[in-house]
C-alpha cells in the first residue's frame, strides 16, 4: 500500500483503521486454515458511511478491498490474496427493528445469528439457518449459508426479505422488499446473495423470522451402514413429516464427538431426527411414524430426546463436529467437501463415496444435512503428506463429478471461494460468461474481493 | 417486418409460422385486456432449436420478439407494442422427467401447472403455485407468479430449482440446480425468473414438488368490515397454524361469486383458511385453536368444508373471481392492482385502501392472498369514463405510495409489464440503473420483448 493511501485511510478512520501485525494476521486466514495471505491494512467499520468512505478510499488508490465478518468460511473466502484492505464489519452491531407482527427483524451485517435468537427468544420466534459457527448474518448472505435448519426453513438465501448494499460506484442500493413477495423488476437480491463480497457490501438485512413449534423431540437412531443411514433419510423425507432437522454423522464423527464432549454416543452411522409439532399428541404421532420408518429401514437402537437440555446438548454437539474432529487429528490439515445432490441420489453418491475412500485408504468422515440431499466429508493429512493429498484431491475430484452427473452441485453451502473455483467452472462452464459481465457491471476495476468464485 | 425477414422466418417455420390476421390478434392483448398492438408474425416452438432459431433470425433482422404463453397475464407483459415476433412457447409441452423420489418434475414452459398437476395425482405430489389461470410453468417463472398456496409453500421463484435459458447473443445456459439448494457462484436463475421475458427464453424448468398433506378442511369465516377480517388473518399467521390458504373476498367479490356460480355464499367479508395435517386428530386441533382465533377477531358464521368436493369448489370459486366479478360489469374495463406489504401493516394499509375508496365514491372490490400481505382491488369503469378513470388513477397512486411506505411493493405477484413501470420507478429508484446494466449485458440491441419493466 501506498503512504498516501495509507495516510488517507488513518485520516478517514483514526484509531479504526490498524496495520498491527496480529490484526493483519487475524484477517489472513479463515476457519479452514488452508491458505494465508495479509491484508496491508485492516478498517473497522461502524456504519454505512465508513463502509462508504473504505469504499471510496479504495477506489481512489486503487485497493483491493475484502469483506471480513467473523471468518468463519471455509473456502478462502476472506483470505487477501492480493493485499489491499481488510474491511472488518463485524463492529456493525446494531439491531435495527424487531418486527414480530411482520415476522421479521432488521440488523446490521455483523450480528451473528445466535445473537439475533437470543433477543428472539422472549417474542417466541427464531431465525432458523445456524450454520456451526458464530457467523454474522452478512457472511451468512454472503456464502447462503445454510445449517441444520435448512431442511425445514430453507436457506439464508430463503430467509433474507431486503437488503442494503454499498457498491463499488459510491451508490447504496436497496434489494429486495420487506414484504413477503414481490415480482417487482429483475430480482437483485438474489445477485447479492452467495455473491461472497465480490459485487458489493452489504450494510443492512432484514430477514424473515418464524414460530418456534410448541414441542420438539430428537430421535437418534443408528445403522450398520451409512448407505443405510441414507436411505432412511430419504423414506424420512418422502414420509412428509417435514423434520426440523435431519442430520447424519458416521461412527468416526460420533467418535470425535464423545472424545471432545465426553459423551457416549454409539459410535456407528446415526441419523439425528428433530420433528417439531403444535401438541404434544400431534408429536407423538409423528414420532410413531418415524420410528416405524426408521426400524423398516434397518435401524438398530432408537432413543428419542424430549427435555431442551437433551435437545440443546445434541445440536451443540453437532455444531461443535467440525472442531471436535479436527482435534481427533490435531497435527493435521483439514479439507471439508460440500457436495448437494437431489434426494433421490443422495444414497448412491454416498455409496460410491465411501467406497472410493476405503479403495483409496483415505481415512475420512461424513457428515450431512441429508434431508437436503447435501453431505460433508472431512478429510485430513499431515500438511506435508503429498501423496495423501494427492489422493485426497483426485478422490475429491471423482466426487464432484459424480455429484454433477446426478444433477447436483459441487457447494451446497460453502460457497466457491479460493478452493472450487476449478469446480465452478465445471459446474457451470456456460454460465461463467455472464457471471463476469455481471462482476464487471458490478466492479469494474475488480477490487472487491478478487481472486474469489471466478 | 421486411419481406426477407418474412421469407426468412417462413423457409425455417413453414406451417408454424403465421401472419393470419386471427393469429396475430390472438397474441396482441393479454387477460387485462387493456392494451393491444398487433405482432408482424407468430411463430409457434416446438423445441429449443426452434426458440433459437427464432431469436437467431430476430437478431439477423433486428425484429423484436415477445414470447408467448397462455397470455393470462394482468399487466401487458405479452403485448407486442413494437410489433416483430410474438413467439409462442405454448405447444413445449413435453414432461421430461418426474422424480418423485427427489421430489422434481422436469418439464417444457408450455405445461400449465394444472397439467402438471394432474400428472403428480399418482405420485401423491403437486405443485403447489397457482395463479388463478391455467397459466404455464414458464409464464408462472418468468412474472414470479404465486397463488393461494404461496403461503405456505412460497412462490414460483420458491418452487423452480433449474432451468434452461436461450439468450439472445445463441447460448443456452442452465441456471440453478437440481439439488435443493447450491452455492455455486452468482445466483443467475433468479434473475430470469420474473424478468418477464426481457433477458432470456426459458426452454425447460426443474420444479419443486410437495406432499399432498394427507387431511384437509376449509374453514370460511364471515367478519363486519375487511379490515377485521385482516386483522383475523394476521392472528392466524402469528399462531403457527402454517395455513396452506389463507384467501380474503369482500362482499362485492362473493356477490359476484354467488352470482356466477350460483352459490350462496354470505355476501360479507370472508376469510377462506384451507389447513391441513398429517392425520384427522392433529387436523381437529388445528381447526379448534382457528375458530377460536376467528370468534376472539369477530367471527361472525364459521363453517368447515371437509370432502373434497366441497373443497374443490371453494378453490375453483377462488380461482374464478376475477372472472366472476368482471361478468358482473360486462361493459366496463378492469384494473387489478397488486399491493404486497409486511404482514403487521396489512390492516391498516388495507383500510387506508378501503376508505379512499369511499371517499372517492369509487366501486370496487377486493380480494386478497392475505397470509402473504398481499391483496388486489378490481377497479372498473367504462371504458370512455375518462372521470372516472381518472380517480381510479389518483387512488391507485396513493395505495402504492401507503404500501412502499409501509414497506411493502407495487407488485406481489402479477409483475411490471407495461402498465407498472412507472410504480417500479418508484420503487426501486436505486437500482434501475444496474437493471438497466443488466439488460444491455444480456440484450443489447434491445430486442426481447421490448417496452416492458424498465
Ligand atoms: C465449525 C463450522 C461449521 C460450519 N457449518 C456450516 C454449515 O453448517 N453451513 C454453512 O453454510 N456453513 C457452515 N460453515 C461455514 C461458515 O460458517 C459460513 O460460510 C458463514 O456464512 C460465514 O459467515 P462469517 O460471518 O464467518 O463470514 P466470513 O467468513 O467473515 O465471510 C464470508 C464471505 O462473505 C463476505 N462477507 C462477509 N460479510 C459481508 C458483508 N456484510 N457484505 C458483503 N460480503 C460479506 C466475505 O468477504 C467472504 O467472502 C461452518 C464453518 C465452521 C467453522
Ligand atoms: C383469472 C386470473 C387470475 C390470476 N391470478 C393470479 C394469481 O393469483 N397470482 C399470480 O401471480 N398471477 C395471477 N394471474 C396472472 C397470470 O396468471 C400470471 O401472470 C401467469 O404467470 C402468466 O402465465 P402465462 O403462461 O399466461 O404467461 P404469459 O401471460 O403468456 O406471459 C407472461 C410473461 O412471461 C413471458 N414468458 C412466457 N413464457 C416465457 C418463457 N418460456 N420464457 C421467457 N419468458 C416467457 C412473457 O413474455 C410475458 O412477459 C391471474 C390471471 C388471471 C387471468
Not at 485492516?42 to 477506489?59: G, I, K, N, T
Not at 423434520?243 to 467418535?255: A, F, G, K
Not at 460453502?414 to 462482476?439: C, F, T
Request: glycine share 10%.
Amino acid at each position: 500500500m501506498t503512504t498516501p493511501a495509507l495516510a488517507a485511510l488513518r485520516a478517514r478512520f483514526g484509531d479504526h483503521c490498524s496495520t498491527a501485525r496480529p490484526v493483519l494476521e487475524a484477517h489472513g486466514r479463515d476457519e479452514s486454515g488452508l491458505d494465508f495471505a495479509l491484508p496491508e491494512a485492516v478498517v473497522f467499520a461502524q456504519s454505512e458511511e465508513d463502509v462508504l468512505s473504505a469504499l471510496q478510499l479504495a477506489r481512489e488508490h486503487g485497493l483491493a478491498v475484502v469483506p471480513f465478518a467473523v471468518g468463519s468460511s471455509l473456502e478462502g473466502q476472506v483470505i487477501p490474496v492480493r493485499g489491499g484492505l481488510s474491511l472488518d464489519l463485524s463492529g456493525m452491531k446494531r439491531i435495527v427493528a424487531i418486527e414480530p407482527g411482520g415476522f421479521q427483524a432488521t440488523v446490521q451485517p455483523g450480528v451473528t445469528y445466535p445473537e439475533l435468537n437470543r433477543l428472539l427468544r422472549s417474542h417466541g420466534l427464531f431465525f432458523p439457518v445456524d450454520p456451526g459457527a458464530e457467523a454474522s448474518l452478512g457472511g451468512m448472505a454472503s456464502t447462503n449459508a445454510s445449517g441444520t435448519g435448512a431442511v425445514k426453513y430453507g436457506t439464508t438465501r430463503d430467509n433474507v426479505l431486503e437488503m442494503r448494499v454499498a457498491l463499488m460506484d459510491g451508490r447504496v442500493i436497496r434489494v429486495g422488499s420487506k414484504a413477503r413477495k414481490t415480482s417487482a423488476g429483475y430480482d437483485l437480491k438474489h445477485l447479492f446473495i452467495g455473491a461472497e463480497g465480490t459485487l458489493g457490501v452489504i450494510t443492512e438485512l432484514t430477514v424473515r423470522l418464524w414460530p418456534r413449534p410448541a414441542e420438539l423431540a430428537v430421535l437418534r437412531c443408528t445403522f450398520a451402514t451409512i448407505a443405510e443411514a441414507a436411505a432412511c433419510a430419504v423414506s424420512v423425507m418422502h414420509a412428509a413429516l417435514g423434520p426440523e432437522r435431519l442430520e447424519l454423522l458416521d461412527e468416526e464423527q460420533l467418535r470425535a464427538v464423545n472424545r471432545h464432549r465426553g459423551t457416549a454416543y454409539p459410535e456407528r452411522p446415526t441419523l439425528w431426527i428433530e420433528l417439531g409439532a403444535s401438541s404434544r399428541a400431534a408429536l407423538d404421532g409423528a414420532l410413531e411414524l418415524c420410528r416405524e420408518l426408521c426400524l423398516d429401514a434397518g435401524g438398530q437402537t432408537l432413543h428419542a430426546a424430549f427435555s431442551e437440555a437433551e435437545r440443546a446438548s445434541i445440536w451443540e454437539a453437532r455444531h461443535h463436529a467440525y472442531y471436535a474432529l479436527r482435534a481427533l487429528y490435531p497435527n493435521h490439515a483439514n479439507l471439508s467437501t460440500d457436495l448437494c445432490v437431489p434426494l433421490h441420489r443422495l444414497p448412491d453418491v454416498l455409496a460410491f463415496t465411501r467406497r472410493r475412500c476405503d479403495e483409496r485408504g483415505l481415512h475420512a468422515s461424513f457428515v450431512g444435512h441429508v434431508g437436503d440431499g447435501n453431505f460433508h466429508v472431512l478429510f485430513h493429512a499431515a500438511p506435508d503428506d503429498h501423496a495423501g493429498w494427492a489422493t485426497i484431491h483426485e478422490v475429491y475430484g471423482e466426487m464432484v463429478t459424480a455429484a454433477l452427473e446426478a444433477g447436483g452441485t459441487c457447494t451446497g453451502e460453502h460457497g466457491v471461494g479460493l478452493h472450487k473455483r476449478a469446480y465452478l467452472a465445471q459446474e457451470r462452464p456456460d454460465s461463467l460468461e455472464l457471471m463476469r459481465g455481471i462482476k464487471a457491471l458490478l466492479d469494474p476495476e475488480g477490487l472487491l474481493n478478487p481472486g474469489k468464485i471466478l
